[in-house]
């Protein structure tokens, strides 16, 4: 059995299995009211530990952000804390580093303070004026650099608008406005990195992911004959729904099928003989996953899918192995990238690679690695691969079915994993057989508990 929440946030390690569960069941999901008291606690030790190794890091002793109500800048949204659903007014949050060890400070030029993790440090009775407020508070304390979130490279270190980011430099002397500098690495830093406290839960997370996948690949919601690929869709939405939990994207359901192009998706009607891809994700707890499997559904007579087929999966899985093995803390995306599609090659093997982060988003802050539409180097890719990160190992192999007639398929897989800087952990293990359907008893080797 998976520990209790309780018992993981007294883990001082992740507690990780690397072959998934033959049939997962969703975990028990918590009340929206332990939700948050969750994610606060997670939200302050990440303020209290995150933030001064990162503005020491990278050199940066005041980080300025700005959000405006419902226009939330991608990092100000992740601060907030679970009981504030979006900044008030204008909300303007800085960190301000001291030095000599001194605790880093945290500030909201806001007429309210912020869940108790940033008190407020503006009077409008004495100084109308927010941006007025913001300038003396910068003055006062001469930093050397001030990071504001304006990249060309990266969406989510790039939240400050146009009109606030002249507010801001309004505020500033001439002196001082010499000293702004972008805060990509800060804002990535912050997004992509996962503490202890999360990683602990977060194979908790990715259980409710996989148990729903393997609810809906099952005669439970598929009757081949009748059930179509939509049927599907929407019954993962109404579960989602159901369990009080979000999904960051519509998910999707398709069919490849023997003697037929392409894959098969809408209302395709789900037949024996069908190989079944989906590719879902949920939101619980502020993180994201983000998972892609395949099911096959048994002819009359079979207890298990062709050999061939299973051969594909196979091949995805030596794939997935390449990847893994290539990540390297410091390396580029592209390196990455490169360094995998070599070993899967060599192997003979066809891969497509198009991985990412996974965190705090779905496609999440951090250097990608390739797309599916374009195997080269990129510039996004140029960014360095850090640890502690999660990420969405994503990918296909091509692979020639015998009893399809060396129909050649895609396999497509995705799970989500953990890199310390030094390995790569599945999550909640990765699936190595296909859901079948009807589920065959006994099936498959023993995987996560």
């Known amino acids: 059995m998976l520990l209790t929440i309780a018992a993981l946030l007294a883990t001082a390690q992740p507690v990780m299995c690397q072959t998934e569960a033959p049939d997962p069941k969703v975990p028990t999901i918590l009340s929206l009211k332990d939700r948050a008291a969750l994610q606060d606690k997670w939200l302050k030790e990440r303020l209290d530990t995150v933030i001064p190794g990162l503005m020491r890091k990278e050199g940066i002793d005041m980080w300025v952000l700005v959000a405006r109500e419902y226009l939330e800048d991608p990092v100000v949204a992740t601060m907030l804390d ?3 659903f979006s900044a008030r007014r ?39 004026d927010q941006w007025a407020a913001l300038g003396e508070i910068i003055a ?35 002196e001082l406005r010499a000293r702004v500098v972008p805060a990509d690495r800060l804002a990535i830093g912050w997004l992509e990195t996962r503490t202890p406290a999360e990683m602990a839960v977060y194979p908790q997370i990715v259980r409710a ?43 999707s359901v398709n069919i490849t099928r023997q ?11 789900i037949q024996p003989g069908d190989l079944l891809w989906v590719d879902f994700g949920i939101k619980y707890l502020g993180l994201n996953t983000d998972t892609q499997h395949m099911g096959y559904v048994l002819k009359p007579g079979e207890t298990d899918a062709p050999a061939g087929l299973k051969a594909g999966l196979a091949a995805a899985n030596a794939v997935q192995d390449a990847l ?8 580029s995306g592209n390196e990455v990238l490169a360094a995998a599609r070599a070993k899967a090659i060599a192997q003979g093997l066809t891969p497509i690679i198009y991985s990412h982060p996974i965190g705090y988003h779905g496609h999440a802050a951090g250097t990608p690695i390739g797309m599916w539409d374009n195997q080269a180097a990129r510039p ?3 960014a360095p691969m850090d640890a502690p990160t999660a990420w969405s190992i994503e990918l296909a192999a091509r692979h020639k079915v015998p009893e399809w007639g060396g129909q050649e398929v895609g396999f497509r897989l995705e799970e989500d994993a953990y890199f310390d800087g030094k390995t790569v952990q599945y999550i909640d293990g990765r699936q190595t057989r296909f859901h079948l359907i009807p589920r065959v008893p006994g099936t498959g080797a023993k995987g996560c508990e």
């Open 82 to 84: 679970a009981e504030s």
């Open 90 to 128: 204008r909300t303007i949050l800085v960190f301000y580093d001291p030095g000599e060890g001194k605790p880093v400070e945290r500030l909201t030029i806001s007429r309210y303070g912020l869940g108790g993790l940033f008190p407020s440090a503006w009077n409008p009775d004495k100084q109308p």
């Open 140 to 174: 006062a304390r001469n930093p050397k650099k001030i990071a504001l979130n304006i990249s060309s490279m990266s969406q989510f270190a790039d939240g400050l608008t146009a009109s606030q980011h002249a507010g801001v430099l309004g505020a500033l002397t001439p």
């Open 209 to 251: 992911a996989h148990g729903i996948i393997a609810e809906g690949f099952s005669p439970k919601v598929i009757t081949p004959g009748k059930t179509t690929t939509d049927d599907v869709v929407w019954w993962y939405r109404e579960k989602i729904a159901e369990l009080k939990l979000d999904t960051w994207f519509q998910p």
């Open 259 to 269: 003697g037929v192009a392409g894959t098969l998706d809408g209302d395709a009607v």
């Open 324 to 331: 893994t093995s290539s990540f390297r803390e410091g390396a």
């Open 380 to 382: 996004e890719g140029e």
